[in-house]
């Protein structure tokens, strides 16, 4: 059973602050690895990627990787109210089969 | 320009009736794929197109689930004889074939079985 593991939360910081959301996964061939922002009652969007070892950033958004211990973070710096959301990790399954395995989500809240 | 598209929005049907939901890919995007979203879970996969091959169904949870696609464009979910454990948001995905990894959400259907 291949899974994606995230600690639910909630997890709670101040405006302004750096949010540290973890994933770890079990399918040692995945290649691909997402994090989508979920917000209450809407579709999840897809907010990063990564495919390599080590760090991508894109504006206040860094995503990390490493496939040796089989782990994925995401950092949000200056975390704002507006961030408050589930944010769902997704690891592309190995063998091709098109799906996406999600972790059950960690809730964000950003308190102004 | 225009996303995945999914209709209807909401849908409450009786206990036992058959439900067609319906899912507009991203123009250019060659692969859809279906998932589940029970209330406070998280994503379960349903189906994958990958343009004309045959479908991945691995992840339909019963003989009731069924689903088709028009060469590579619209699809359509199909429940048939609706249980109150089928009451779900159903999401659709699309993926070009560029960035074939990176899957794009509709809004998804709200589905209620009374």
């Known amino acids: 059973q291949k899974e994606v593991e995230q600690n639910s939360g909630p997890l709670s910081v101040p405006e302004g602050a750096i949010a540290s959301l973890n994933c770890t996964y079990s399918?040692?061939?995945?290649?691909?690895f997402f994090w989508y922002r979920q917000y209450s009652g809407k579709s999840p969007e897809l907010i990063m990627s990564?495919?390599?070892?080590g760090d991508k950033e894109d504006g206040r958004f860094t995503a990390q990787l490493n496939k040796a211990s089989q782990y994925v973070s995401l950092l949000i710096r200056d975390s704002q109210p507006s961030d408050s959301a589930t944010y769902l990790c997704?690891?592309?399954?190995?063998?091709?089969?098109?799906?996406?395995?999600f972790g059950q989500g960690t809730t964000l809240q950003v308190k102004p | 320009g225009a996303g995945v598209s999914q209709s209807p929005s909401n849908k409450v049907t009786e206990k036992g009736k058959d439900v067609e939901l319906r899912c507009d890919p991203i123009?250019?995007?060659?692969?859809l794929y279906w998932y589940r979203q029970r209330l406070g879970q998280g994503l379960e996969f349903l189906i994958y197109?990958?343009?004309?091959?045959?479908?991945?169904k691995s992840g339909l949870p019963s003989d009731r689930f069924s689903a088709e696609r028009t060469g590579e464009s619209v699809s359509t979910l199909t429940i048939q004889r609706t249980q109150q454990e089928d009451s779900a948001v159903y999401l659709c995905?699309?993926?070009?074939?560029?960035?074939?990894?990176?899957?794009?959400f509709g809004p998804g259907t709200r589905l209620t079985v009374t």
């Open positions: 123009s250019g995007h060659t692969a």
């Open positions: 997704a690891v592309y399954a190995s063998g091709n089969t098109g799906k996406l395995i």
């Open positions: 399918d040692r061939g995945s290649q691909s």
């Open positions: 990564i495919y390599s070892n």
């Open positions: 197109f990958q343009g004309n091959s045959a479908p991945d």
């Open positions: 995905a699309s993926s070009s074939p560029a960035r074939a990894n990176e899957q794009y």
